[in-house]
C-alpha cells in the first residue's frame, strides 16, 4: 500500500505534544525523574456494568520495537515554531537516536474484568519515556477494550448460539477491522468473516457467498445449485437476493441435491426483511422438508438490543452475523481511558511525591499512588475490587478497610484471610519483557471465566449493578490530604 | 509490533465469502466473465446534505500492491469445510497465485462532493477480480469518506478560525488514527497532533504540553516558565490544571519573561470547565495585560454543534482542538457504502445484462447499468447530478432528461449547452494505474473548492436542503423495465 505506514517505525505514533514535553524534561534535566502514570478508564461503555481489558499483546509489540529511526529524527529535526527556527535542537535528537525504553510495565492481563478507576496498565520510569507511551498506550488499549467489551455483551445476549463477526467493509480503516477482529474474537465471537485476521491471528473464519453471486446467474435455483456443486461442504445459502421464503424453497432445492451426494445443506442466511417471521416461516419450510439440522444465520445491523428482541419474539436464529454496530462500537464508538501521572520520585530524597489532577468534577479526580488493584473473592464470585498504593502494601497486614472513592462514609472490611487476586502483573521490568503471552484461545476462554464471577446483576444491560471498586484506606487519606493540600495553595 | 498486520501482503484484507465466491465462479468456468460493480453510499453521513468522497489513494496502493503470496496460499490451503476436507482445490490456489489484476477502476477524485446513490467508484473486469475487491475498498472509502466529511463539517463552523485534530489516543487502532488525521485533514482541519501523520502525509503537527507537565512540576508558574524557555517558539500553555484564570494570569507571567527574550507567548489552551465563560474572562485578562496577540485553544469533547454553541454564544477562542468526536465520526461511526453488480457481459454474444438487487424498501434497490456521473453547474455553483449509463451516452446527445429515483414524476430537463463535468475519472485502464495522483494540499483546496460549489442550504447541519441527483431518463427505463421482469419472473 502506498499508505506508507506499514513500512515504517511506529515510535512517532504519539501526540506531539509527549515529544515537545520529553524535550522541556531534557532540556530542564529532568528527562530521567522516575514517575508512575495509570491508565483508566472513568466509566464503563454501553452504560454498562464491567469492561474487558483487552489490547495488551499490541502494547507489548509496540514496547518491543521501540526506537526513532534516523527517517523519524529527520522529520523531528525539521518541525519548526513560530519563529521558523528548529523546535529541537540536535543534542536532543542524539539523546533520541540512542534512547531505549528501561520502564517497567504492570498490566491486567488480556481478558480481566476491569471497573472505571481501576489502572489497567501501570508504567513506572523515567518521565520523559512514560510521557512518550501515553498516546500509542492509550489508542491500543482503549480500542481493543471496547471492542471485547461489546463482543462479550453479544455473547451474553445470545447464550449459546453462534456469534459471527462480519464487520470489516465498515471498520475505521484497515487496522481498524484487523484489531476489531482480534478483540471480537476475544470477547466471545465464534469466528470471523476477515480473512487476513484468520490467518494472522488463529481465528475461525467463515462466509460463504453475497446477493452478488445469485444476481450472476439467470436464476437463483441455477446459482444455488453452482455453489453447492463448487464448494459442497460449505454450503449456506443467501435466501433474500428475491424473495426471501421462495429462496429457502430453492435453498430445500439445492439441499436435496446436496443430500444425494452425501453432502449437507449447512444454513440458510437472512440479510432483510422482519428476521423474526421470516427466521420462524423458514425453520417451518426447513423442518417440513426434513433439514432440521439446517441452520438459520442472520445478519442486518444487528447489535445487543435487537438481537436480545428476536430472541425474545421467539425468532429461529442460532447464528448470528454481526458487523457495523460491533466493529465500530457503534453505540459508543470511543472508550475515554486516560493516563494520569500518580507518583514522581524525587531525586536527591529518593522520595516519592504523590501526584494528581484536580477538577470540579470529583469523577475527573485522579488517584495518587503506585496502584495495584486487589480482587477480593468467595465461593460465588467476585466481592469487590480494592486499589491500593504499593507503597503501603507493608502497613497493610491484618484486616483492611476499602472506602468509596464517591462517598468515604460507605467502607467495607476484609479479614485477612478473605482470599484475593492482585490484578497488575509485571509485564516489562525495566524494559525487558517479563511476560509470556498466552494465546489467544485462552484469552477469550479467562473473559468467560471472569464474566462467570461477575454477580449477574452487573452483567444486564438495563441499569446494570454498580460492582464495587474503592480505595484502600490509606491510599483514601492520602488522596484527601493531596486534595486539601492542593486546594489551599490553589496554585 | 507484533501486530503482524504490518509484515504481510493485505490482499486477504477481505471477507471468506469473496474467496469461496472466486472459487465457486473459478469451479463454474465464469471467473473470467466481464463484470461492472458500483461502491455508494445510500445515505449522508450525520443526518447532512453532503458527503466529501475520500480514500482513493489508499485504494491505489491496494490495488498496485494486490497479489496473494505463498503464506497467504498456505493460509487458504488449510481452510476445510463442515467435512473437514479442504475448501479449495490446489489448482485454484496455483490460479491465484498467478492472478494479477486486470480491472479498470474509475472513480471521483478525492475531496469530490459526493451524493447518495452516485457511484465513488467503478470497478469492470472480471468478475472473480472484481469480487475480491468489494471488500478492501469498502473499507477504505467509507471510512475515509467519513472522516473527511466529519472534518468538512467543522471547518464550515469554525470558519476562519483554527481547527486542529487530536485524536489519535482515542481512535479505533493504529490505523484508525492514521487514516482519520489524513482525511481530517483534507476534510478542512489544519493540522494534527499525530506524529507519524504528520511525517507521512504531510500534515503539519501542533501540540505542547499535557496537564501532567503542569504537575510534575511544585507549581504551576514554575512548570510554565520551565516550559517556555525550552520551547520559546512554541508556548501555548494549559491553564486549566489547578484553576483557570489563575492558569491564565501565571500565564501571562510566563508570556512578560517571553516577551523580554524577544519571544511571543502563542496561546493558552483551556480543556475544561464552561469553554464559553472562560475563554470571555482569559480573553479580558490576556487583553489587559498587552496579550492581544496571544490565541485560545480550546478542548474537550468538542464535535460541529458544541462549536457551533460557542460561537453563538460569543466564546472568545479562535483555534478548536477537535479529537474523539471527530477521528471516530461518533454521532455516526460508519458510513454505510455498499458495492453492487451492475452488469455482467455475456460471454457468446457480448451484449451487456444490467443487474440490480431487489429490496422491499425503494431506497435499498440498486441501479443497473456502466455508471456515470454528469454534475451540471451554471455560474452560480452545481445545479444538479445525473448518473447515466456509458452504454447510452452516444443516443444523449442534445437535450437530456433527469428523473428523480424515487419519484420518476419528477424531471428536470438539460439543454446541451449546459455546462458540465463528468465526476467519474479513469484510475486503472485494465490493471494499469493511468491517474496522477495530486498531493495531499492540492485534495483538500479541491474540498473548500467544491463546498464553495454547493447552495448554502445543502450544507446546513439541521435539515439541509436535498441536493438533486436523478437518473438520466433511459437509465431510469432500464431500470424500470428491469424490476418489472425481476417482480414478474419472481425468482
Known amino acids: 500500500m502506498t499508505n ?49 481489558a483487552c489490547g495488551l499483546a499490541n502494547v507489548i509489540g509496540y514496547i518491543d520495537n521501540f526506537g526513532f529511526s534516523k527517517k523519524d529524527l529527520r522529520y523531528l529535526g525539521s518541525l519548526t515554531g513560530n519563529d521558523e ?28 474484568v476491569a471497573f472505571p478507576n481501576e489502572p489497567l496498565v501501570r508504567v513506572r520510569g523515567p518521565i520523559l519515556q512514560c510521557q512518550l507511551l501515553e498516546t500509542p498506550l492509550l489508542n491500543l488499549i482503549n480500542f481493543e477494550s471496547l471492542i471485547a467489551t461489546k463482543a462479550a455483551r453479544l455473547r451474553l445476549v445470545a447464550q449459546s448460539d453462534t ?22 474474537y476475544i470477547g466471545g465471537c465464534d469466528g470471523t468473516s476477515n480473512v487476513l485476521a484468520g490467518k ?53 432445492e439445492t439441499g436435496r441435491k446436496l443430500e444425494q451426494q452425501g453432502h449437507t445443506l449447512a444454513g440458510i442466511r437472512l440479510d ?11 425453520r417451518k419450510l426447513l423442518d417440513e422438508a426434513g433439514f432440521q439440522d439446517t441452520a438459520i444465520v442472520a445478519s442486518n445491523d444487528l447489535d445487543e438490543t435487537i438481537i436480545g428482541s428476536l430472541k425474545q419474539q421467539g425468532a429461529a436464529i442460532t447464528v448470528w452475523g454481526v458487523g457495523t454496530k460491533l466493529v465500530t462500537a457503534f453505540d459508543q464508538p470511543a472508550l475515554g481511558g486516560v493516563y494520569k501521572l500518580a507518583a514522581l520520585k524525587d531525586t536527591e530524597t529518593g522520595q ?16 495518587p499512588g503506585i496502584q495495584q488493584v486487589r480482587r ?53 521490568d525495566a524494559g525487558k519483557c517479563v511476560y509470556e503471552l498466552p494465546d489467544i ?39 484527601t490530604a493531596l486534595i486539601l493540600a492542593i486546594r489551599e495553595g490553589n496554585q
Not at 456469534?163 to 471480537?184: H, I, K, P
Not at 432483510?272 to 423458514?282: C, P, Q, V
Open 4 to 52: 506508507k505506514l506499514y513500512d515504517t517505525s511506529l515510535s512517532l505514533l504519539t501526540d506531539l505534544y509527549q515529544v515537545t514535553m520529553a524535550y522541556a524534561y531534557w532540556k530542564s534535566e529532568t528527562a530521567e525523574k522516575e514517575a508512575v502514570f495509570n491508565l483508566y478508564f472513568r466509566k464503563n461503555p454501553f452504560s454498562g456494568g464491567f469492561t474487558i
Open 85 to 112: 527556527k528548529p523546535l529541537f535542537e540536535p543534542a536532543f535528537l542524539a539523546y533520541l537516536a540512542k534512547l531505549k525504553l528501561t520502564c517497567s510495565v504492570d498490566a491486567m492481563p488480556e481478558g480481566t
Open 163 to 184: 456469534v459471527l463477526e462480519f464487520g470489516l467493509r465498515r471498520a475505521q480503516g484497515v487496522d481498524g477491522g484487523m484489531t476489531a477482529s482480534r478483540a471480537a
Open 200 to 252: 494472522l491471528y488463529d481465528i475461525p473464519v467463515r462466509g460463504t457467498h453475497a446477493h452478488s453471486w445469485v444476481m450472476a446467474f439467470a436464476d437463483e435455483q441455477q446459482a444455488f445449485d453452482a455453489y453447492a456443486q463448487a464448494l459442497p461442504n460449505n454450503v449456506t445459502l443467501l435466501v433474500d437476493t428475491y424473495d426471501t421464503l421462495q429462496g429457502v424453497r430453492h435453498a430445500i
Open 272 to 282: 432483510s426483511g422482519d428476521l423474526a417471521y421470516l427466521s420462524i416461516e423458514a
Open 352 to 367: 516519592w511525591s504523590y501526584k494528581m489532577k484536580l477538577s470540579e468534577q470529583a469523577i475527573k479526580i485522579s488517584t
Open 376 to 428: 477480593f473473592r468467595d465461593e460465588r464470585g467476585f466481592m469487590s475490587d480494592m486499589v491500593y498504593n504499593t507503597e503501603e502494601e507493608a502497613r497493610m497486614d491484618g484486616d483492611v478497610t476499602m472506602i468509596d472513592p464517591l462517598d468515604f462514609t460507605k467502607r467495607r472490611r476484609f479479614e485477612a484471610t478473605q482470599s484475593y487476586e492482585d490484578l497488575l502483573v509485571p509485564i516489562f
Open 441 to 479: 484461545h485462552s484469552v477469550r476462554a479467562r473473559v468467560q471465566a471472569q464474566l462467570a464471577g461477575l454477580h449477574p446483576g452487573v452483567k444486564r444491560f438495563v441499569n446494570p449493578h454498580t460492582y464495587p471498586v474503592g480505595l484502600e484506606k490509606q491510599l483514601h487519606e492520602l488522596k
